[in-house]
């Protein structure tokens, strides 16, 4: 699976015209299934992001994660599949999407990836899988990075 995960001070997800997810402070994590992925990929990814340390300690340094942070009333983490994340464009202008999972496919493991972030004890938010939506976004810092978890890799998650 692959992730860009953005640390925002707000951000919303809307579908013609209505919004159906939204975060205040917290992660927007745009996510992609790979073809060869499986649901330990999406409990991986859900790990990695909830433990993902971009937020600032009393020193501001990128020492906390949403795992250490005070829960608040709104959502930790909005996430959005992403399809084209697996677009590849080292021969082409056109982005080829060979790689991503199929459409049920990547359903399967995007719902995975949110009950396993859910079941952690992560506030998420979504969008809806497959649908054209709009984003909108308060980048706090910005800070964006990108996450891949490969399939059949061992777990190699640092403290």
């Known amino acids: 699976m692959r ?3 953005q640390r925002v001070r707000s951000a919303e997800v809307s579908v013609d015209g209505k919004v159906v997810g939204r975060c205040g402070h917290g992660l927007l994590v745009l996510v992609a299934a790979h073809s060869k992925d ?4 999406a409990a991986r990814m859900a790990d ?5 340390r971009v937020f600032g300690d009393e020193f501001g340094k990128m020492n906390l994660a949403l795992k250490d942070l005070e829960p608040s009333s709104a959502s930790a983490v909005l996430a959005i599949s992403n399809f084209t994340l697996y677009g590849e464009t080292s021969k082409n202008r056109r982005p080829s999407f060979m790689e991503a999972a199929s459409f049920e496919q990547g359903r399967e493991l995007f719902d995975a ?4 972030l859910r079941a952690i004890g992560c506030q998420t938010e979504t969008g809806v899988f497959g649908a054209y939506m709009q984003v909108k976004l308060v980048n706090d ?3 964006t990075v990108i996450l891949d ?4 890799d061992a777990d190699a998650t640092n403290g």
């Open 3 to 5: 992730a860009v995960v």
């Open 38 to 41: 499986t649901r330990q990929e």
């Open 48 to 52: 990695k992001v909830w433990g993902l």
């Open 113 to 116: 990836f949110v009950r396993e």
């Open 141 to 143: 810092g910005p800070v």
């Open 149 to 152: 978890v490969l399939p059949g």
